[in-house]
């Protein structure tokens, strides 16, 4: 899990914006399969989602607009970081790119209005997208959470996630 920081200029014209260069990691370079984005309104809470088995994938998160206050929760059974939650506020001119491994559970709350574009390393498959339930961790939200999927409210807890098989 990398948080990473745009390469912007700007000048009369706008501004260039580079949110993700290989280089910035120790990672082998990974397939980009599919590229998609959501917009969402103040206060709205997304996740806490992951694709699993055989769609289990590398996906870059990016703020294209607004902020966001980004959680991963980390699932993979051994890793240095199983069952620990990574909290980060990220924004178009700040912060602005996660990358999150396979395993790695990712939600985040729009603190304004926002435009978040994600790139996967594999095709998204319905069966195959799981998550764990916000209420299931300690989760300190910047604003009140109202605005919740009714799928999201019922994701399971990290409790049942354990007795999971994908």
Not at 93 to 104: A, M, N, R
């Amino acid at each position: 899990m990398e948080y990473f920081s745009p390469f912007q200029e700007s000048d009369e014209r706008g501004d260039f914006v580079k949110l993700f260069s290989s280089p910035w990691t120790n990672l082998e370079p990974w397939n980009l399969e599919e590229t998609f984005y959501s917009t969402s309104k103040r206060g709205v809470v997304r996740g806490l989602h992951l694709q699993v088995g055989e769609s289990a994938n590398w996906r870059l998160i990016s703020v294209i607009e607004g902020e966001i206050f980004d959680v991963l929760y980390d699932l993979r059974n051994e890793s240095s970081t199983e069952g620990k939650t990574m909290i980060k506020f990220m924004s178009k001119t700040e912060t602005s790119s996660v990358l999150i491994p396979p395993g790695v559970a990712h939600g985040f709350q729009a603190v304004t209005n926002c435009i978040t574009l994600y790139q996967s390393s594999k095709y998204y498959i319905p069966e195959r997208d799981f998550g764990i339930n916000i209420e299931a961790i300690q989760i300190n939200w910047p604003i009140e959470p109202k605005i919740i999927s009714f799928r999201d409210r019922n994701l399971p807890m990290v409790k049942d996630w354990i007795n999971f098989e994908a």
